[in-house]
């Protein structure tokens, strides 16, 4: 069982940056893949960025590539998100999420997630 709790989001002006926190609970955080999806308003949630468990491999959607850097610490059991040059099209509330080991699914697949934070709200300002 993982526990995730996401902070760090807020109210940002266009071209900002803003980092996000997950921190987990469990002896097991370092096996998991870990995820960042966010849910656009009006919109379907969607696949952000994703780090294996050893944190060698990362994974971005088009859209945030360049801007966004995944990264993790499995001594402190957390996981972040540095976004920065930030567009109101990055609204959405963001959830992290653990991925075990060998799912089968692709990294920006939801399906391969098993374990979701509540989301922390990010809004950019035009």
């Known amino acids: 069982q993982v526990q995730l709790v996401e902070s760090g989001g807020g109210l940002v002006q266009a071209g900002g940056s803003l980092r996000l926190s997950c921190a987990a609970s469990?002896?097991?955080?370092?096996?998991?893949?870990m995820g960042w999806f966010r849910h656009p308003p009006e919109k379907e949630r969607e696949f952000v960025a994703a780090?294996?468990?050893?944190?060698?491999?990362?994974y971005y959607a088009d859209s945030v590539k360049g801007r966004f850097t995944i990264s993790r610490d499995n001594a402190k059991k957390s996981v972040y998100l540095q976004m920065n040059s930030l567009e109101p099209a990055d609204t959405a509330v963001y959830f992290c999420?653990?991925?075990?080991?060998?799912?089968?699914?692709?990294?920006?697949?939801?399906?391969?997630?098993?374990?979701w934070g509540q989301g922390t709200q990010v809004t950019v300002s035009s």
């Open positions: 780090i294996s468990s050893s944190g060698g491999r990362t």
């Open positions: 999420a653990a991925g075990a080991p060998l799912s089968g699914y692709a990294a920006d697949r939801k399906e391969g997630y098993d374990y």
């Open positions: 469990g002896r097991t955080f370092s096996t998991y893949r």
